[in-house]
Structures are given as C-alpha cells and as structure tokens.
C-alpha cells in the first residue's frame, strides 16, 4: 500500500479544484433536471428518465478523462512525478496511485446522478445496482483515457482533446437523441466505439434487461482493457525516461 498517500494527494487535488467539481457532478445532475422538466412539457422516449438518467451518468463519467489528464499532465509539467522517482514508488504504484482515487470518484458520481434520478420518478429498485455495475468498465475506459491523455499532452492540449472527448461521447452515446434517426454512416461508425454501448448496457441495466446489457457490457470491457492497458504502457515508456 505504499502508493495508498500518493492515492490520497491525487484524490484532493481533484476536489480541490471547484470547477472539477462543478463539471463533474453539477452538470450532469443540471442537465438531468433540465432536461427531464423538458420531458414534463413535450414527451420524448430519449428524455423519460429511465432512458436519460443512465446518459447522463455515462456523460458525468467522460469529465474523469478530461479533469484526470489535466492533473497528470500537470505533475510532468511541474516534474513532480520526476522528483517522486526518488521514492520507493513502483510504475505499479504510479498507477494505482491515480487509478484508485479517480474510480472512487466515478462511482460517487454515478450514485449522485442515480439518487438525483430517484426524485424525478426512477424505480427505487436493484436494478440501479446493476446499472453502477454495469458503469464500472465504463469508469475504467475514461480513467485509460485520462492517463492516456496525459501522459501524451501539455495541460492545454488535454483541456481541448479532453472537451472534444466529452462532446463525442454524447453526440456518440447517443443521450440526446436515437442513432438511428440519423443512420448511416453515423450510425455505424458511433456502434464501433464504445460509448454508444456504454449508454445501451446501462439503459438495459436500469430496465432490469440483462440479455440485452451484456453484448453491450461485453463491448465496454474489451474497449476498456485496450484503452487502459495502452494507456500504462505509454506511462510506464514515459516515466522510465
């Protein structure tokens, strides 16, 4: 556990900043009441809330890659992680050391995002345990992606690729709208990424459609493996130069 103080500095690093924290949980939950008041006014499948709430968590998740990135990146432009090599930390203990916080997080804020959908007419029931096991591999993928990110970039270059992230996963999950109102290309292209699936494992998880959430789940988890482990190569060939 020698990475578990090194965990910790990460973790309040991220709360500390309030714009973090505004992004990363006010906004999905604003956007949640929002657009379910929408709903109220001129019904729409895509905005009930049994469909919206598990797009606006997986939304919610897109901000760890982007808020995560600019923290590492932000450590080798300052040569904190330079100045950490004299420590006993392992590549191993980098890792984990930002991983872990960043999953806490993920977790917290798709309960917050579940909790907020209760007050709005979601089902207390087991299916949205299903649902934030269903968001796991999820929490993974983007966690990849905020290591990979920043690992490669400056700050300024993760707030951008970061943001351009975020908006691919809504307009390629498909939480404002069905893909298949735009078909085509389009369509095919947001089935071959991940996010798309995301979305569908944890609507079908919320539904209690576990037939349905496991191609789905299946996709996240082998997206997620690749990103991740892509994501602590590239790391670990930075770090050891």
């Not at 990135?69 to 930390?89: E, K, M, Q, V, Y």
């Not at 990849?144 to 400056?154: A, D, P, Q, R, V």
């Not at 349905?212 to 493996?225: K, R």
Request: aromatic share 12%; charged share 10%.
């Amino acid at each position: 556990m020698r990475f578990s103080a090194f965990a910790g500095r990460n973790g309040k690093e991220l709360l500390r900043d309030p714009m973090s924290l505004v992004l990363m949980v006010g906004l999905p939950l604003i956007l949640l009441f929002v657009l379910s008041a929408m709903n109220n006014k001129v019904p729409a499948d895509v905005f009930g809330i049994a469909s919206l709430a598990p797009g606006i968590a997986v939304f919610g998740l897109a901000f760890i890659a982007l808020f995560s990135g600019t923290l590492i990146a932000n450590d080798r432009g300052s040569s904190f992680l330079a100045r950490l090599h004299a420590s006993p930390l392992s590549s191993f203990d980098f890792i984990m050391g930002y991983t872990l916080p960043l999953m806490y997080i993920a977790v917290a804020q798709s309960l917050f995002c579940f909790v907020a959908a209760f007050f709005l007419g979601l089902p207390v029931n087991m299916n949205v345990a299903l649902a934030l096991l269903a968001l796991l591999p999820v929490a993974v993928l983007f966690v990849g992606f905020g290591l990979l990110l920043g690992t490669l970039f400056s700050p300024e270059q993760v707030g951008g690729i970061g943001s351009i992230l975020v908006v691919a996963t809504t307009l390629l999950g498909g939480t404002w709208f069905d893909l298949s109102m735009i078909g085509g290309t389009f369509e095919t292209v947001a089935n071959a990424l991940p996010f798309a699936h995301a979305v569908d494992a944890t609507r079908a998880a919320i539904n209690g459609d576990v037939s349905s959430m496991f191609p789905n789940l299946l996709w996240c988890i082998a997206y997620a493996a690749f990103v991740f482990l892509i994501a602590v190569f590239t790391f670990k060939q930075k770090m050891s130069r």
